[in-house]
């Protein structure tokens, strides 16, 4: 690695001296040597991907003409990792130049950078090894995310807030469904989003926002309910849904009061209280109601599973028509199955019948070609 750092080192000072002149570099970097740079992102050495990751970004930032390629080199990478290999090593690192890339878009976006949002970033929650990309780093701190993946995507909501519900509609799409780890993940990008998102477009997102969070705080993983009932720490979530507690209280409400009684974690029981007590402070009115509809929705079930209880018991004891032991089940009948078939005269019996009566050859003639069609 001593050798590649010196390259990358010289390379490096070769881009940032004052006296380069990107006129003349060009016909050198040129779209090959950007592929054949590009394609050393696989390395398993992460010193190597980083003095790589800063090479490229200061090639986008000189060669004005190769940042449309880049941009597509990358975008033919992230669907190959997607879709094809499901494994390559500079994701994150390409992650990171695209966060200052998208950083620098003009307003209104174009429709190829929408395009490159919903078809190749959102994409990018699906795969397994979610979590090598996913990791937190230290970069953009000023905007208070950790994931390169949630700020790419959160750059895009901040430059088109409209974009909002097809995000979402991705993320509960590729929503992890066995793997907690990832689960809370997902749950930290969506606090991110939601940190910055405007009012109008929250209200277009609560259902299936919330449906979802009523799953994760009912998850037995008790880091997946956790990180789900820290949303009621945010106090710029609160006040969204203080302001849309009638349409997000009856959603999240039956699953927050069974969880308060059944979860085994009692740290979970704890913060689900608390979450019962701010739901109250904003709307005690709703909270009764759904209070009381929830207790009568719960007799009801009960009935419903001691009616069915006391109907398998009759049933155990009910016996109709039992079989005698004594007797071997018939199967089949004993009487053969060729009596059902209709008889058909002989010619013998034919011929005899053509003794008694003149015409009997030509009834024996009709008789058969009756029997023929």
């Not at 003009?106 to 190749?120: G, I, M, N, S, T």
């Not at 998850?219 to 945010?234: D, G, M």
């Not at 849904?241 to 979970?268: C, D, G």
């Amino acid at each position: 690695m001593r050798r590649q750092q010196l390259v990358y080192e010289l390379f490096l000072r070769f881009l940032e001296s004052p006296d380069f002149q990107a006129s003349i570099g060009k016909k050198y970097i040129d779209q090959r040597f950007v592929l054949q740079l590009l394609e050393l992102f696989d390395s398993e050495d992460p010193r190597e991907r980083d003095f790589l990751k800063t090479v490229l970004h200061r090639i986008y930032g000189k060669f004005l003409g190769l940042r449309a390629f880049i941009r597509k080199q990358i975008n033919n990478m992230f669907l190959s990792f997607v879709f094809e290999t499901d494994s390559f090593n500079g994701v994150g690192e390409l992650l990171e130049i695209l966060g200052s890339i998208i950083n620098g878009f003009a307003l209104p976006l174009k429709q190829e950078h929408k395009v490159f949002l919903v078809k190749v970033l959102l994409p990018l929650h699906k795969p397994r090894c979610l979590s090598m990309y996913h990791a937190q780093v230290e970069l953009w701190n000023d905007y208070g995310f950790a994931l390169q993946l949630a700020y790419c995507v959160v750059q895009f909501i901040e430059k088109d807030s409209t974009l909002t519900p097809q995000v979402f509609d991705a993320l509960l799409k590729f929503w992890p469904r066995t793997c907690s780890s990832k689960e809370v993940m997902f749950l930290g990008e969506v606090e991110e989003i939601l940190d910055i998102i405007e009012p109008d477009q929250f209200k277009k997102i609560i259902d299936p926002l919330f449906r979802q969070l009523s799953k994760c705080v009912s998850s037995p993983h008790f880091q997946v309910a956790e990180r789900a009932l820290y949303f009621w720490n945010n106090e710029y979530i609160i006040s969204l849904i203080e302001e849309t507690s009638a349409q997000v209280m009856p959603i999240m409400f039956p699953a927050l009061y069974r969880i308060s009684k059944e979860h085994w974690n009692q740290t979970i029981v704890a913060l689900v209280y608390n979450v019962l007590k701010t739901f109250m402070e904003m709307n005690g009115k709703l909270f009764d109601e759904l209070t009381g509809t929830y207790k009568m929705e719960r007799q009801r079930e009960r009935k419903r599973e001691k009616d069915r209880e006391d109907l398998w018991k009759k049933l155990d004891q009910l016996e109709i028509n039992p079989p005698d032991p004594t007797k071997p089940p018939k199967i089949l009948s004993e009487e053969s199955l060729f009596t059902f078939a209709p008889t058909r005269p002989s010619l013998s019996s034919l011929a005899k019948e053509g003794d008694k009566s003149p015409s009997s050859s030509k009834k024996a003639l009709n008789i058969i070609y009756s029997q023929f069609n």
